[in-house]
């Protein structure tokens, strides 16, 4: 099994949720860099892992921030060897709406990146689905799909043979779906499942919908820590 994205550098003891990760039965790690720091931290972790490898990006919520002009410092990080993809990168109209231009280009560079190195990418997309399949149209490569929160998207992404992450948000919150609707024709090989780690914390919507949910079919909820 393939955790194929963690965020270990934001873990306090990456070492630890490794071990713990193997005893689950996961074979391997794909550890996310969400920025040029975020990079290279996740890189030192991949070298002390050897389960453990790297997708190297700058997050789409940092497009209009000076970590945006960094990505040129990107290129020989992706050389290491540890480094497989490109991303997290993409397009984020819910929580960056007001971004969506400086998203664009940073997306752009992401592809151009991927493109000369013979990398996939891991896209990211919220509410920007015509936007974001207008921008990878042209990119010929691998893309992974790892959150999208319109169910659009998937006809794209389907036609054009990408791996799809099958749960995401609904848009204006509620619980994550288990898996999105699926395409007829669609090949269920190129499904992939993955959780973030660390666990996004769940928001007070989403946690209402799931309360409302134990209690039409009867089960008890389980107990969340604090």
């Given amino acids: 099994m393939t955790d194929s994205h963690a965020h270990l550098d934001a873990c306090g003891e990456p070492d630890a949720v490794v071990a713990r990760a193997l005893d689950a039965g996961v074979s391997r790690i794909v550890t996310i860099g969400t920025g ?22 700058i997050d789409p919520h940092r497009a209009a921030t000076d970590e945006a002009s960094r990505i040129a ?23 960056g709406a ?26 990211h997309s919220r509410a920007a689905s015509a936007a974001t399949a207008a921008a990878l149209e042209p990119f010929a490569g691998t893309v992974i799909l790892h959150c999208f929160s319109e169910p659009d998207l998937l ?13 995401h948000l609904p848009e204006g919150g509620g619980a994550p779906r288990e898996r999105c609707p699926r395409s007829r024709g669609s090949d269920p090989r190129r499904d992939r499942h993955a959780v973030p780690c660390p666990a996004t914390r769940p928001r007070p919507a989403q946690r209402a919908d799931e309360r409302q949910a134990h209690a039409r079919s009867g089960r008890r909820r389980p107990r969340r820590s604090a």
């Fill in 155 to 167: 006809e794209p992404a389907l036609d054009r043979d990408y791996y799809v992450w099958q749960r």
């Fill in 36 to 57: 040029i720091d975020s990079c290279r931290r996740a890189l030192e972790i991949a070298g002390a892992h050897d389960v453990v490898v790297a997708a190297l990006g």
């Fill in 73 to 95: 410092e990107l290129r020989p990080l992706l050389e290491h060897p540890k480094a497989v993809a490109v991303g997290e990168t993409g397009l984020d109209g819910h929580h």
């Fill in 98 to 123: 007001g971004t969506l231009r400086e998203q664009r280009i940073l997306l752009d560079e992401h592809l151009a990146l991927a493109e000369s190195l013979g990398l996939p990418v891991v896209i």
